[in-house]
């Protein structure tokens, strides 16, 4: 048990459709996290969250749009997406300091397995 | 070439094998972290260290930032210790990891 959830935990969606993962961490932290893991690829970080506000977009397309709406929660929307984009999607959490710039241990979410048709 | 390196890229062991998994990097780093990731996803965060090394249970982890070389011990190993090992460090930001492209492990019975 992690305490970082994510829902849904597999997603088929076709080329048109608009859906929204869900990430939630119940370990009051104040950063958090989304990567995407391609097959046989490396983790990569899309976007980042601190203190609610977005700190990192890792060149990340516009069809992905994530939101943070307070420290819990951590949204991806996702639109006319690429079966490229398939992978599976996973959010974590962190709890830094103010003014340090040091690397944080990060709570992983199971991850939800996306599949674009 | 990625600035993460782990090998090797698969290992299969006996159970009872001790295990290295190793790690360079390619810059200076404030911490390096070691993750594993069972099948269906899940990542579970192992260590994180910024010199030395860290044990817990039969886990252990060794770095020395001067070589940037990391690496994951795994002492009496098990089948349920099968599953993808993976180091990351924070090669740009403090909050962005780079990842290595992961050890599949292998522990048969």
């Known amino acids: 048990e992690t305490g970082v959830t994510q829902t849904p935990r597999h997603l088929v969606m076709g080329m048109t459709n608009k859906k929204s993962l869900k990430c939630e961490q119940h370990?009051?932290?104040?950063?958090m996290y989304w990567y995407k893991q391609s097959a046989k690829k490396p983790l990569e970080l899309m976007f980042v969250y601190n203190f609610k506000e977005q700190t990192e977009n890792n060149s990340v397309p516009s069809r992905f749009s994530p939101e943070c709406p307070n420290s819990s929660h951590l949204f991806l929307h996702l639109h006319t997406l690429q079966p490229e984009d398939s992978a599976l999607y996973l959010c974590a959490s962190s709890q830094e300091r103010v003014g340090i710039a040091v690397s944080y241990e990060q709570y992983f979410g199971p991850g939800t397995r996306l599949t674009v048709t | 070439k990625n600035e993460v390196e782990q090998s090797p890229q698969n290992l299969t062991a006996q159970e009872g094998e001790f295990i290295t998994i190793n790690c360079s990097y390619s810059v200076g780093i404030s911490a390096l972290h070691w993750l594993q990731q069972h099948p269906g996803g899940g990542i579970v965060s192992l260590f994180m260290l910024s010199s030395g090394k860290k044990k817990h249970g039969r886990l252990i982890a060794t770095i020395n930032i001067q070589e940037k070389h990391s690496s994951l011990h795994i002492t009496a190993s098990h089948p349920r210790d099968s599953a993808v090992y993976i180091c990351a460090v924070p090669l740009g930001s403090a909050r962005q990891l780079t990842f290595g492209s992961g050890t599949q492990l292998t522990v048969l019975p």
């Open positions: 370990l009051g932290h104040n950063a």
